[in-house]
């Protein structure tokens, strides 16, 4: 067999897993640290249930998926996940879902081990989605999560730092009700609707147009200039308000090509 049989034959091997995302769905990629429990708790202590310089990592690494090159046109981010939205005529490797899955992963396990000084991990995995309501679902499925998230971690926190273990706080929030939840808070001193917006909605980021001056040495006049810039947002609408908020972002960036 010579080397051109060889590389076609081995070629379809190399091929029979490839899948591509088909043109007209819209691509949510979703990335999740992994053992993240682990390197929060264990390897670096970062404050529970919530940590300011760890919100901060999570989101330069939103700013580093988006950055990369791909068109991404909103990043939201909460607890140790990030979901990327595509411009609906992103196309760069024909789609391939291998492509997004791989280089994603590797750009923000990079970004946020660099930022942390050790190694962590994401994995990813791409989403496609039929249309515009699922879309908005999507990311009102995951701001949800968030929401969930944050009350069930701020009650179990509050009950490990007056001391229960692991398994007494845990059975006491089992199959308790939100109102409980809200409930026990409060009789701690904890008012659950006064906590940041961020850990109970999560963060976007998303592109921003801005107007800049500047001195052009060619004309010798002052000119201004539209720049495109991540806006970072940690007072993200809720429910209604939030789907038509994602759908703003994609018109916005579509309008802008
Ligand atoms: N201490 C701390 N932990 C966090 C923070 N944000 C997320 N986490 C933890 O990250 C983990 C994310 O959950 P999950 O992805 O299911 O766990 P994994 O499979 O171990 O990565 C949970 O254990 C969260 O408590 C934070 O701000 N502080
Ligand atoms: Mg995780």
Known sequence: MNFDELDAKMRVYEQSIDQVILPDMYMVARLDGNRFTRLTKEICKFEAPFDIRFRDMMVETVKALMNYGFR???????SDEISLLFHPEENTFGRKVRKYNSILAG????????????????????VPLTNLRVVQDYYRWRQE?????????????????QGKNVTEATKMLEGQSVAYKNEILFQNG?????LPSWQKRGIGVYWDTFE?????????????????MLKVDEELPLRDEYSEFVVERLENSMKEG
Request: aromatic share 12%; charged share 25%; with cysteine.
């Open 107 to 126: 750009v923000a396990s990079a970004s946020f081990s660099m930022n942390l000084g050790q190694q962590a991990i994401f994995d990813c995995r791409m």
């Open 145 to 161: 999560d968030a929401h969930r998230n944050s009350l069930n971690s701020h009650c179990y926190w509050m009950l490990r730092k």
């Open 72 to 78: 991404v046109v909103y990043g939201y981010t909460e």
């Open 190 to 194: 904890i008012n659950y609707d006064d």
């Open 212 to 228: 800049k001056k500047g001195f052009n040495p060619v004309t010798g006049k002052e000119e201004t200039a539209l720049r495109r």
